[in-house]
């Protein structure tokens, strides 16, 4: 069965173009499917436009709206094991984790559906004028762009499918071009719930080929697209000419600030887990251990041997607590950033290497690593490497711990540990993220905005501000009893 989805129709891409899906635990063929590229990109645009300007869905009541992604919620809840099969297989996660995150895919449709149905956005102007009806009511936007990366394929896809369909747009999604299934899985649930043809639009291919043009076309309103930092510089460049409003969610190196007061077993354990989970293939990872002085010594021991121990293994294995890299490329990557970092004075605590199993060598597989007596300019503490790699960082007081928690050029998540109340308040809003833990690292609810300060890019998901990315604002001024004003008389 062909897999772009554009106007309500399964079609195969126009140049018969096809690529090979393989899992990243070790190898196996999961399938192949079809490579889009411009023309599928232009196709789907058009459908997309025509649904906006002459399909029912923009003008479809809000509670009906909201009705139709409670139903995706619960279609989505009834096919939980097949879609979570299909994400690991696609990325190389844990099935544990592929389940945790389709709950969550479930449980961001069914906010937005809530909030939908709910409506009241639109308010009343009092003008001081009866003879005025002056309002403020919110409009969808029109064609949405949305670009997803291959990390959490349909978690990220979700938080900006259901508010765009909240608010009454079309889309088009392009999903990363090496985790399309759950993507293509979701556009049939879509049009099992009921969605009117046009509404959703998938291309799948790679950016260059297939994204490039969705943030280019004049017919698309609006470009949302989460990634690295390079390519959203180009989506906003490109985005430019056609002045198309955009969201932009671009990583982070984030930091985790853990003072001698901490809760010490506590803090320890959330530092593995704020960057091993999914080997360091998250957003806001807390890949920055910033230890206050007088702990460093022993924290940072304990880190590195659990470190050591953390099992690794693909989807399926119950033993395991971390998996693969997303390709031997991705791995490459990380393995020329730990070099460069200990080029540069880092101290290679443990990891640094492939593992030695062979029952892992057909992945693509890194062993945790703690790199240890890092400084702000070395390029491990600065860039972002989407693996699992933890850099630490000593700090003496709490102004210091701010300023270098802050040297960053991105602002997406920020941790901070300490049993003082005062403290950590004090230093949670004085750091510049856009989410920030206190004794805790990575939760996440869809009732509260998520997304990023400084260049971990602009706009936010989830929460009521999440909906509102999704809409424009309209001021409708009615003069109840017109009159000639006489002014040119």
Known sequence: MPELFIGGAWTAAADGAKREIRCPADGTLVATVDEGGPRDTSAAIAAARTAFDRGPWPTTPAAERGRLLLRVADLLERDKPSLARAESLDTGKRLVESEFDMTDVANCFRYFGNLTAAGGRDRIIDTGDPGVDSRVVHEPVGVCALITPWNYPLLQAAWKIAPALGAGNTFVLKPSELTPHTAIMLMRLLTEAGLPDGTANLVLGAGPT???????????DMVSFTGGLVTGRRV?????????KIALELGGKNPNVVFADADYEAAVDYALTAVFLHSGQVCSAGARLLVQDELHDSFVEDVVTRARVIPLGGPFDEHARTGPLISAKHRAKIEAYVAAGVAEGAVLRCGG???D??????????????LDECTPTMTVVRDESFGPVLTVERFRNEDEAVALANDTVYGLSAGVWSQDAGRAHRVASRLRAGTVWINDFQPYVPQAEWGGMKQSGFGRELGPAGLAEYQETKHVWRNLAPRPLGWFE
């Open 210 to 220: 297939a994204g490039a043009p969705l943030s280019e076309d004049q017919r698309v």
């Open 353 to 355: 290497a492939r593992p």
């Open 236 to 244: 906003m460049a490109a985005a430019a000419p056609t002045v198309k």
């Open 357 to 370: 199993d062979p029952a892992l060598s057909d992945g693509f597989y890194y062993l945790p690593t703690v």
